[in-house]
């Protein structure tokens, strides 16, 4: 184990603020109220429930989206628009908004017939999940295509014309980029353990894909799927969406603070920011940049218990603390002999600090975990794979802290859960009773209970780390890829898809589910949920459609 003395850097941050343009959202008073309601049709449906109405008034960053009903009746509460003229946007698989596209909102108005008709080109619509249930193939193999949705839908692998030879030069090609990439910014890796993946791992992949795009064919040979629209109580809910100030931001992870700001990191880019819901109002805090030669982006942000934000500097090398009210980065870089091309910080783990003075982190390169003591500035490492037979990958992704600092990790590529004693240094692997489950990230509540999504086993789960026991539940849509899980304050847990757009309450207690459909293509990786409102509040950012997306159920 390496220790190390480190040097403090402390940034002063640059701030600018962003202010959106005519929002004063939530204060409409009685004079200023508005009404938008009406209902939802089509010629081959007739009255259609389900269907996601939004509507966004000119010159705003706001966008309110309410669903129709088994009647196609929808309703924007009141309070909620102010009086202007909207543009509307709907979300129906198969579908597309015929007409109106625009409405002058104001005190009074009569009811607004919506008309859809069939999607012109549906295959530009689909989802990732859409994809999947559409083309043939095992679930095995379908599964191979799970980590393609991080940095873009599985519209470019299927609509592709490359051949298995092409393909297989086309994944070495993905394989190079960093993680916080679009095709709108592709960003190489300088190195790191993705990078060298041999040909014969990744033929299969690449004659699967060639077996299922538009290489044999000039259409594809089978139907294309969508899933069928939410009915019910999914669609007792109210969506908003803020749109971010810069249009290829990357809103990996949204929290709350205790002010009600949302907090996010930007995968892709050296910001982090803030969002006032109640006006709109964005700032964005330029994170000073450690490694100029290296990708930019960040990925993990947590509150410690004095309100310090911390946070993942991914392959910037290293963590930074953000004090809210000086706004000021103190950076920390990983020291030069732990510190390399590979080096990785996606997560940061102050949560439980107070209890021993120390801070996790995962280090994606190694893979596994550093801890650093706050009093002297060192760093531990921790190798928890080290002893493993070779032949499986392991990962270390997503850690938490438990209330006495001990950290428990999750092995992104296998079925382990980890544990480190914070006293003893000690690592025991517990395995997910779902084998090869891909356990992801989670949350560790009050009774130290570890939450957590088994992203390709389709699932959320639970480990009771003090008996030590699993539980799981199987999401109802296949090919979700649950990325997060948090429960709420009555027990109910909630998720969202990387590939299905929709948010996901789960009760453990008779596993029962509600799904929400999210209005846009979003991509969403952390979730996080509001406790002081009644119902409560979900929040996520929208990874691929620079947005933070707050989900307000009705009951
Ligand atoms: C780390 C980010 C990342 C991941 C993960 C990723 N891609 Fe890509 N992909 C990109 C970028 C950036 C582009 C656009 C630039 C390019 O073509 O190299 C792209 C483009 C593509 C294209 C179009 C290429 C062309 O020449 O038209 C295909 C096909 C593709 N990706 C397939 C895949 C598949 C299959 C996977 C999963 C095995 C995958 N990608 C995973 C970043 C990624």
New binding site residues.
């Given amino acids: 184990m390496k220790i190390r003395r480190l040097l403090l850097a402390t940034a002063s941050a640059m701030t600018f603020t962003l202010t959106a343009a005519g929002t004063h959202w939530c204060t409409a008073t009685a004079q200023t109220a508005a009404v938008l309601s009406g209902q939802v049709s089509s010629a081959e449906e007739n009255l259609m429930e389900g269907v996601v109405v939004s509507a966004k008034k000119a010159g705003s960053t706001i966008t309110v989206s309410v669903i129709s009903d088994a009647q196609g009746n929808f309703s924007f509460p009141s309070g909620r628009l102010e009086p202007g003229s909207y543009t509307l946007r709907i979300r129906a698989a198969g579908y597309e908004l015929d007409g109106p596209k625009t409405v002058d909102v104001g005190p009074q108005g009569a009811p607004l017939a919506i008309k859809l008709r069939k999607a012109k080109n549906v295959a530009a619509q689909l989802t990732s999940t859409e994809w999947l249930m559409s083309i043939p193939g095992t679930v095995e193999q379908k599964n191979m295509?799970d980590?393609?949705t991080?940095?873009?839908t599985l519209e470019?692998?299927i609509k592709?014309t490359?051949d298995a030879d092409a393909m297989t030069g086309?994944?070495q090609?993905?394989a190079s980029?960093?993680?916080g990439?679009?095709?709108l910014e592709?960003h190489k890796r300088l190195d790191g353990r993705s990078m060298d993946v041999p040909t014969d791992r990744l033929r299969p992949?690449a004659e699967f894909?060639a077996s299922i795009n538009l290489s044999q064919q000039e259409t594809w040979a089978y139907p294309l799927k969508t899933l069928p629209r939410l009915k019910g109580r999914s669609t007792h809910v109210i969506i908003t969406e803020y749109d971010l100030p810069r249009p290829t931001a990357m809103p990996h992870d949204v929290i709350l603070d205790r002010s009600g700001n949302a907090w996010y990191s930007d995968f892709g880019h050296q910001f982090v920011g803030k969002l006032e819901p109640k006006t709109g109002k964005v700032t964005e805090y330029p994170v000073p940049v450690l490694k100029a030669e290296q990708p930019p982006g960040n990925l993990d942000i947590e509150f410690d218990k004095t309100g310090n934000l911390w946070i993942g500097l991914m392959l910037q090398a290293g963590i930074a603390k953000f004090d809210p009210k000086t706004e000021q980065f103190t950076m920390i870089p990983l020291p030069k002999d732990i510190n390399n091309n590979a080096s990785q910080q996606a997560m940061v783990m102050p949560s439980s600090s107070e209890v021993d003075g120390k801070v996790w982190m995962n280090s994606v390169g190694i893979p596994g975990v550093h801890r650093l003591d706050l009093a002297s500035m060192k760093f531990e490492t921790f190798v928890p794979y080290k002893d493993l037979a070779r032949g499986q990958d392991h990962s270390v992704y997503g850690i938490k802290a438990d209330s006495q600092n001990n950290l428990f990790f999750f092995d992104f590529s296998a079925d382990l859960v980890g544990k480190i004693d914070a006293k003893s240094g000690q690592i025991n692997l517990f395995k997910t009773p779902t084998p090869n489950s891909n356990p992801r990230r989670g949350y560790m509540d009050q009774q130290d209970r570890l939450w957590f999504t088994e992203y390709r086993a389709n699932k959320l789960a639970m480990l009771d780390t003090r008996t030590e026991k699993f539980t799981e539940w199987a999401l109802p849509t296949p090919f979700t890829y649950p990325y997060d899980v948090i429960p709420d304050r009555n027990g109910e847990l909630w998720t969202a898809g990387m590939s299905t757009d929709r948010v996901v309450r789960l009760d453990p207690k008779t596993g029962q589910t509600t799904e929400y459909q999210l209005p846009r293509n979003t991509n969403v990786r952390r979730v996080f949920v509001d406790n002081s409102t009644t119902p409560v509040t979900f929040w996520a950012g929208g990874n691929h459609s620079a947005e933070i997306v707050k989900v307000e159920p009705l009951d």
């Fill in positions: 295509l980590r393609c991080s940095c873009h470019r692998p592709s490359y086309v994944l090609r993905m980029y960093s993680p990439t679009t095709p592709p992949r894909i």
